[in-house]
């Protein structure tokens, strides 16, 4: 029994490592796009703040360790680009073929960036992975900015903007509804807000982004916020492009996959469907 997963992070990776206990003889592959698998996204924020200063401690499992553990091959740098359901086979970008019995996608989440005007005026940069942060790191050392615009306050814009603070650059948060950490009820909220503020950071509640300038932004109330660089977490959108082009049927908010595509036959225990689904048809990077 071959099994294919597409998309080594936490769905993935714990998808392919439960279904190792859940068969001791199948041939489990992980193709992954980017060069790591199974990173800690949520210490992304503070690996770049500089409060997890080794780079190795955002790598969770790392290829060695899945094959070591559980015998699962993983191929970085292997972004999939075409299934071919009839032929069961997956291609990557790199020409690769990987024949399955059975495949799963677990493709994740992609940053929402819409259309922007001026956005090439300043450097930008959204949070997803180490590349992302890599990238982040890199330009405040050479760049050393002054004035950095947050646009997003759910978790991911709070967190960082807690990070660039924590750096000593002068941070300005901006989000379009009246409070940040929308799940929280508004008294906690105040509570942030409040903490935010005795660290510096200017908060734009109930205004959003309207265009970029050379040394700023502008704000849909007509404000201006000085910035030498933007962080966008407005939100993801999930990754679908593979599923689509393969002909599998999508709704607004859930995957839906063929039997053909992939049936489990393995038993497999309502728990771990569960968790598979919930990782993959729901994961927190709700639209
Ligand atoms: C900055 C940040 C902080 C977060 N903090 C928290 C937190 O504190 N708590 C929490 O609960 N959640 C947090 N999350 C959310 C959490 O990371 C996600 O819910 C979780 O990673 C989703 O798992 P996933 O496997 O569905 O997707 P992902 O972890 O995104 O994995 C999908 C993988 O598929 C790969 N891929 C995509 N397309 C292809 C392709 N065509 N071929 C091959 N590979 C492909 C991607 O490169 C990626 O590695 C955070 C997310 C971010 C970005
Ligand atoms: N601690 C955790 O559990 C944790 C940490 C980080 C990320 N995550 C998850 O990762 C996913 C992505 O996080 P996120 O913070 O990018 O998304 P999000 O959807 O949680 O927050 C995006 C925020 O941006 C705001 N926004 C959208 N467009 C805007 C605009 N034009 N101007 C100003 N504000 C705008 C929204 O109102 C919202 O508050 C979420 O599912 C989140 O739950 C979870």
Same mark, same amino acid.
């Given at each position: 029994m071959k099994i294919v997963v597409v998309g080594g992070g936490a769905g993935g990776a714990s998808f392919a490592a439960r279904m190792r206990r859940l068969d001791e003889k199948a041939e489990i592959t992980i193709l992954e796009k980017?060069?790591?698998?199974?990173?800690?996204s949520c210490g992304l924020p503070y690996f770049i703040g500089g409060v997890?200063?080794?780079?190795? $401690?955002?790598?969770?499992?790392k290829p060695a360790f899945l094959k070591q553990l559980f015998n699962i091959d993983v191929k970085l740098n292997s972004p999939v680009s075409e299934i071919n359901p009839d032929k069961k086979i997956v291609i990557t970008n790199n020409g690769d073929v990987y024949p399955y019995d059975k495949l799963v996608l677990a493709t994740g989440a992609k940053p929402f960036v819409p259309a922007i005007d001026?956005?090439?005026n300043l450097p930008h940069f959204v949070v997803k992975n180490l590349a992302d942060a890599d990238a982040i790191k890199a330009f405040i050392a050479q760049n050393k900015p002054k004035n950095t615009v947050v646009v997003g306050g759910g978790f991911i814009g709070v967190e960082v903007a807690e990070n660039l603070c924590h750096l000593g650059i002068k941070t300005s948060l901006v989000e379009m509804?009246?409070?940040?950490?929308?799940?929280? $009820?508004e008294d906690m909220a105040t509570l942030i807000h409040k903490e935010m503020k005795r660290h510096d950071l200017s908060l734009y509640l109930s205004d959003g982004l309207q265009s970029v300038a050379w040394d700023g932004v502008i704000l849909t109330s007509g404000k201006k916020v000085a910035a030498d660089m933007l962080i966008l977490a407005i939100g993801v959108r999930p990754e679908t492009e593979l599923a689509k082009k393969a002909g599998i049927t999508l709704t607004e908010k859930v995957l839906l996959l063929p039997m053909n595509i992939c049936?489990?036959?393995?038993?497999?225990?309502m728990p771990v469907v569960t968790v598979w689904l919930s990782k993959i048809l729901f994961p927190a990077n709700r639209p």
């Open positions: 980017t060069e790591e698998t199974s990173i800690a997890i200063d080794n780079r190795d $401690d955002m790598q969770v499992a001026g956005i090439e509804a009246p409070q940040v950490l929308m799940p929280l $009820d049936k489990p036959t393995i038993p497999i225990s």
